[in-house]
């Protein structure tokens, strides 16, 4: 259906009614309760999910099907970003214009970055990438400020032309809106003890997640995705055979350019504001992570990978030593410090220290990611090697070290 | 000229940073063909035992000082370290003093015993796992090791300064024959480059002139027949991870009076090191630590005021401008091998 | 090596996940932003007997100890509002010439909740984890932060939502100038002050004929910082040789040290801040600058903005160097002896300048409420407009209606030589007269003419 086949369909379906019902499934515990620190069913956590979702899905298109590790991401995400606040800036405060032109100028910039970078391969790519994309940050960071906004980066402001738009009442800046559709509105449905809030921003975020999926898969499983499977198995007997596999790979590059180009311009649709850090290394090396730690050239594992290391930063992040005292209030007072000093280096200021624990955990006992390792403890250790084939992976040359 | 041959110590000196990082990374990442984003933890687990060391050796006892109060208004409890006692108090402070060079000797053990607990824990299971698994579990591990850092010692840098006799800057361009204090130089920076071409002397003769180091040059470039042999290269690979890590780790003790150590220094350090390294060449050692003088001198040009000038910003990408055109004019960096981490 | 001992456990503050309970009562749907009340008017109004504050430090990254001293600074004004402790500088503030309405009960009768999050200094994050305040925990005011990226970020992201922001850190001009907004409020002072407040001194240390070089970290901050000193020194004589700007992510100062000595110039002025400072100030140091004669004088080296915390990372480097801070624990008013006596007794340190700007920032906006009879937005906005407060640790403060800033004594403060402690860093030379400091509301430098509030958002 939709040109899908039968098992692809079903995973569509799948994500499709995970994404929809989000706003229950991100908030199963009540909120009097206090694992209710557990919800991430609010509207800013949802939106980063998807629109990071959308980030890792891009750069799996490149990573997973061709091999190629762009290590500059960021930058295209960074400059939707810049692009998507200027059409608000200058010409309406609608989302349609700024994602569109989001998409259009993180296209031409990878296309610029990736016809330089693509001229080599291996690490000295991932090199290029990186170098392209530090040089933007660090450009938008000081000498670029008056285009930027430098440090203080750019929100929307009253005195701002919107040639669009009507002049602002009241000297309140006008709300990023679809068609008079406020992304900040949400409902909050109260069914007993539990709050579910749906909000217009991440219902739009979400659809344009679930394009931009569809989209995927149908490139994993065209002849184009073959192509470019063939590019990570073996380019040079590839060459041999007379073929030029740069222009499938430019493509693939440009691609994910513009899935990052995206997300950058939902990203301010959502919340009307870039900054510079956007482009940063870390930035990059994130969507990297988010793809590894999921199950690269899986076609839903980047999704989970994204939306686990946002969820472990925004939730992890906010449980500080009062909230574990709350909890562990019914241990004898001595314990209960010792439980909360303990627990305290891994929650709140430590939760940096978690995140690794994590990634060394998953690496170390689910290869692959949490697909590709969810699989392997579903199905039994035995048919690895065909599933790796199937799923987009070349097999390894000899069998996994231990 | 007085400027330029500034800058050209300035960029000697923070190419020798860049080139020990990059020499011990290039073991590692360039002939092991590890991607170990944790290279730039071990820098500074290397920095922070010079910081402990330091704090060993001034471990205090507490004495109440009556006639000063403290800032509650209580009296002021004055830290007196047990060295003073020992060795009496100017023997005693000396050997606070000297606890950076100290801490060479004392680093070594730490950073050997980091190197093996890391290669044999972790890294061996990963050599013939895909690069991305490899990224994902060493930029964990490091992630894990500068936390931990954070909880003990703080987010603040710490101050660890040089012994007195080498704080401070004397006149080398009266040396060489230029007028008085036209070119001062701090004695530690001359230290470090001294250190760093030790270092680098060193480790090259060591995989030039052994046996050790002829079996390991000879698994690098191929490691299967080297194992046909009956030779056990997988020991020498550890010995290597762990020389590795002790040259990272030495960088990072002498580079402590430079800049106050902090636990995020290795992530600072860390992107640049592996531009250093491809610009370089990939399994090319020689190629590194070129780099990583190119590298560092070119960025003290770029940084001088009359450059910027005439092309403002380019004090803040000239690493990656040049990146940029080595690697396009020169496919496989500097003196880069062929087929090494070219897939 | 010290051994000190932590006082841990202040449980029973918060029970987990009370302060969620916002907006429960409410039946099905009701329309518009997340748990807005209808019957009082502006989002996230408190429900019930507890009102929750949004604490956005900074908990990770490069400021992660300031952060870490922001949040002990809120926890203790939380105690006092709450009428927990010693009470702290609530016994010692005056609100426009008489007593403060706040009595130890909460925020109007409401018991004060918080709840905490990360900014990483990054503005993305600051955002992130203020929404997730806002939306999740029903934070009605966000305050905190350590730089001015954050804060301009965070104080938009309030504006357009329709919370209160108090910032906590941020120095930059843009703050309260170009950037300002109705919703947001600054204790802190800015760049304009410390050029202000630090050119006298300098003219009367080391003379109007003086050059200076400049090195200027390349971002927003620098640049207010670097023109804010330069316009204050050389209308006293001062020349400005060159002023070469340096990438925020420089750790290694040498090459730009280097050259200073051959410019001619005899002072060298650091527009740095936090790990910038700590290493260009050390590499300064190094370079045997302090040592250095110059045109016949001594040369001196000078860091605009000083914070304790960040001067210790420098050690000895410190001793002697010229700065301004906006407040400092030795003080020996009244309100100043009270903080640091509270804060001292709690942690066993004194508090920094962050842990002050914070400490003060939550009292006002108490009180702001408490005096306007409700947490709305704009009630509060014009509670605090045109305030005039004192025994809050500066003398008689302004918070000036045209942009929300305040309006203090400036400390100038001098790396001690013969510090007594591991605290005891700065001592203060001169505190400027708030006279001294003033500037009109559409001065260049805070924007011009253009710069506007808005007006007030309450979030429906």
Redesign the interface.
């Given at each position: 259906m939709f040109g899908l086949k039968g098992s692809d369909f079903a995973l569509f379906l799948v994500v499709a009614v995970l994404t929809l019902a989000a706003p229950f499934i991100l908030n199963p515990f009540p909120e009097t309760s206090s694992l209710a620190q557990f919800n991430g069913g609010y509207p800013d956590l949802m939106q980063r999910f998807v629109i990071f979702g959308i980030f890792a899905i891009g750069f799996n298109i490149l990573f997973g099907l061709t091999g190629y590790l762009s290590f500059g991401h960021a930058a295209f995400l960074g400059v939707g970003s810049y692009a998507a606040i200027w059409m608000m800036k200058l010409l309406t405060m609608n989302v349609i214009p700024a994602i569109i032109m989001s998409v259009i100028i993180a296209g031409l910039f990878s296309l610029v970055v990736g016809w330089i970078s693509l001229r080599r391969s291996g690490i000295y790519f991932s090199i290029l990438t990186l170098a392209f994309a530090q040089m933007s940050y660090a450009l938008a960071y000081s000498v670029l400020t008056p285009i930027t906004g430098g440090e203080t980066g750019l929100q929307p402001k009253l005195n701002d032309p919107r040639i669009l738009d009507a002049a602002p009442e009241g000297g309140r800046i006008p709300q990023a809106n679809l068609f008079g559709l406020d992304m900040g509105e949400s409902r909050v449905w109260n069914v007993g003890d539990w709050a579910f809030t749906f909000n217009a921003g991440y219902y739009v975020a979400a659809v344009v997640m679930l394009v931009a999926f569809y989209l995927s898969i149908r490139i994993f499983r065209s002849p184009f995705g073959m192509m470019l499977r063939a590019v990570k198995s073996n380019q040079q007997r590839m060459n041999y055979t007379g073929l030029n596999s740069k222009p499938y790979t430019l493509a693939a590059f440009v691609i994910s350019g513009m899935y990052a180009g995206l997300a950058g311009g939902l990203l301010v649709a959502m919340d009307t504001q870039v900054g510079p850090e956007r482009m940063f290394w870390t930035a990059s090396g994130e969507v990297v992570l988010m793809t590894i730690l999921g199950g690269v050239g899986t076609l839903i594992g980047p999704v989970l990978g994204a939306g686990f290391i946002k969820y472990m930063e925004n939730i992890l992040s906010k449980i500080n030593t009062t909230v574990l005292e709350g909890w562990f209030a019914f241990l004898p007072d001595g314990a209960a410090d010792a439980v909360v000093a303990v627990l305290g280096l891994f929650v709140g200021k430590g939760w940096h220290l978690t995140l690794g624990l994590i990634f060394m955990i998953v690496v170390i006992f689910l290869p692959g990611g949490l697909v590709e390792g969810g699989r392997r403890m579903f199905r039994g250790r035995d048919r690895t090697a065909t599933r790796k084939v199937k799923s987009g992976q070349t097999p390894p040359t000899s069998k996994p070290a231990e | 000229m007085e400027a330029i041959l500034l800058q050209i110590l300035n960029g000697l000196d923070k190419g020798s940073a860049y080139a020990l990082i990059a020499l011990g990374l290039t073991l590692i990442f360039g002939t092991l063909g590890v991607v170990n984003f944790a290279h730039g933890a071990l820098f500074m687990i290397g920095a922070f035992s010079a910081v402990t060391l330091s704090r060993l050796l001034s471990t205090s006892y507490t004495v109440i000082d009556e006639s000063r109060t403290d800032f509650l208004g209580n009296p002021l409890k004055v830290e007196m370290p047990y060295l003073h006692d020992w060795f009496g108090p100017e023997f005693g402070q000396a050997i606070i003093n000297w606890s950076v060079p100290l801490a060479i000797l004392f680093s070594i053990p730490i950073m050997v015993a980091v190197g093996f607990a890391m290669e044999r824990g972790l890294i061996k299971h990963f050599y013939k796992r895909p690069h991305a698994d490899q990224i994902l579990v060493t930029f964990g591990l490091a992630i894990v090791l500068q936390e931990i850092v954070k909880a003990v010692y703080g987010a603040n840098p710490i101050p660890t300064p040089a012994p007195p006799a080498f704080s401070g800057s004397f006149d080398f361009g009266a040396l060489i024959g230029f007028d008085p204090l036209q070119i001062m130089y701090p004695y530690w920076r001359l230290v470090y480059f001294a250190f760093a071409i030790l270092i680098i002397g060193a480790v090259f003769a060591f995989l030039r002139f052994t046996t050790f180091g002829m079996v390991v040059r000879a698994g690098m470039a191929d490691r299967e027949t080297v194992g046909l042999l009956g030779i056990d290269i997988d020991k020498r690979f550890t010995i290597m991870f762990a020389i590795a890590a002790v040259v990272a780790g030495l960088a990072g003790v002498m580079y402590a009076p430079i800049n106050s150590p902090n636990y995020h220094m290795g992530m600072d350090f860390l992107v640049l090191s592996f531009v250093v390294v491809v610009v370089g060449g990939m399994g090319s050692l020689s190629g590194a630590v070129l780099a990583g003088f190119l590298l560092g001198i070119l960025e003290s040009f770029a940084s001088m005021a009359q450059v910027i000038e005439v092309v403002p910003g380019i004090n803040q990408i000239i690493i990656y401008l040049v990146a940029i055109l080595i690697l396009l004019t020169r496919p496989r960096g500097l003196m880069g091998r062929k087929g090494v981490m070219e897939e | 090596?010290?051994f000190t001992t932590k006082t841990?456990?202040?449980?029973?503050?918060?029970?987990?996940?009370?302060a969620?309970?916002v907006?429960?009562a409410?039946?099905?749907?009701?329309?518009?932003?997340?748990?807005a009340d209808m019957h009082t008017g502006y989002l996230n109004a408190p429900q019930g007997g507890t009102v929750t504050l949004g604490f956005n430090v900074p908990?990770?990254?490069?400021?992660?100890?300031e952060?870490?001293d922001e949040?002990r600074a809120y926890?203790l004004a939380v105690k006092h509002l709450n009428g927990e402790g010693d009470g702290g500088m609530m016994n010692t503030m005056r609100i426009n010439g008489g007593d403060t309405a706040l009595q130890g009960n909460g925020i109007l009768g409401k018991k004060v909740e918080?709840?905490?999050?990360?900014t990483q200094t990054?503005?993305?994050?600051a955002?992130?984890?203020a929404?997730?305040m806002i939306?999740?925990d029903g934070a009605i005011m966000i305050t905190g932060g350590s730089?001015?990226?954050v804060a301009?970020?965070v104080q938009?992201?309030c504006?357009?939502?329709g919370i209160i922001f108090m910032a906590g850190l941020t120095h930059?001009n843009?703050t309260t100038g170009k950037?300002r907004k109705?919703n947001g409020f600054r204790h802190f002072f800015n760049s304009y002050m410390s050029g202000a407040a630090l050119a006298p001194v300098l003219a009367a240390n080391y003379g109007t004929d003086r050059k200076a070089y400049h090195l200027t970290a390349?971002?927003?901050?620098g640049?207010t910082t670097e023109e804010a000193v330069t316009q204050a020194t050389e209308a006293m004589g001062w020349e400005t040789v060159?002023a070469?700007?340096?990438?925020?992510?420089q750790?290694?100062f040498?090459?730009?040290i280097?050259?200073v000595?051959?410019?001619g110039a005899d002072v060298l002025v650091l527009n740095h801040y936090g790990?910038n400072m700590?290493?260009s100030l050390?590499?300064a140091v190094?370079?045997?600058l302090r040592?250095?004669e110059v045109n016949g004088k001594n040369f001196e080296i000078v860091v605009p903005l000083y914070s304790r915390?960040?001067a210790?990372?420098?050690?000895?480097?410190v001793k002697g160097i010229f700065g301004s801070t906006n407040w400092h624990?030795?003080l020996s008013d009244d309100a100043s002896k009270a903080f640091?006596?509270s804060f001292?007794?709690e942690y066993g340190?004194?508090p920094s300048q962050a842990a002050h700007t914070c400490y003060v920032q939550a009292l006002l906006y108490a009180d702001a409420c408490e005096r306007a009879g409700t947490f709305n937005p704009c009630g509060v906005v014009e509670a605090l407009e045109g305030l005039e407060f004192d025994g809050l640790g500066n003398g008689p403060t302004l918070y000036r209606a045209e942009d929300h800033q305040c309006f203090k004594d400036v400390l100038v403060v001098k790396g001690k030589e013969n510090p007594?402690?591991e605290?005891?860093l700065l001592e203060v030379v001169e505190v400027t007269p708030v006279d001294q400091v003033m500037y009109a509301p559409d001065h260049p430098q805070m924007g011009g003419a253009?710069a506007?509030?808005?007006?007030c958002?309450t979030g429906v």
């Open positions: - | - | 090596m010290t841990v456990g202040r449980r029973g503050v918060i029970q987990g996940g009370a969620l309970g907006g429960l409410a039946p099905t749907f009701f329309n518009s932003p997340a748990r908990q990770s990254g490069p400021y992660a100890e952060g870490a949040l926890k918080y709840v905490t999050g990360d990054k503005s993305d994050a955002r992130a984890s929404r997730s939306e999740k730089s001015s990226g301009v970020a938009a992201l504006q357009e939502t930059s843009d950037d109705a390349d971002y927003n901050w640049y060159n070469v700007k340096t990438p925020l992510t750790t290694d040498s090459s730009y280097a050259p000595l051959q410019s790990g700590v290493n050390t590499n190094q370079f045997g040592d250095a915390l960040m210790k990372g420098a050690g000895a480097n624990w030795s640091v006596q001292g007794k340190f004194p007594e402690s605290f005891d253009e506007t509030l808005g007006s958002n």
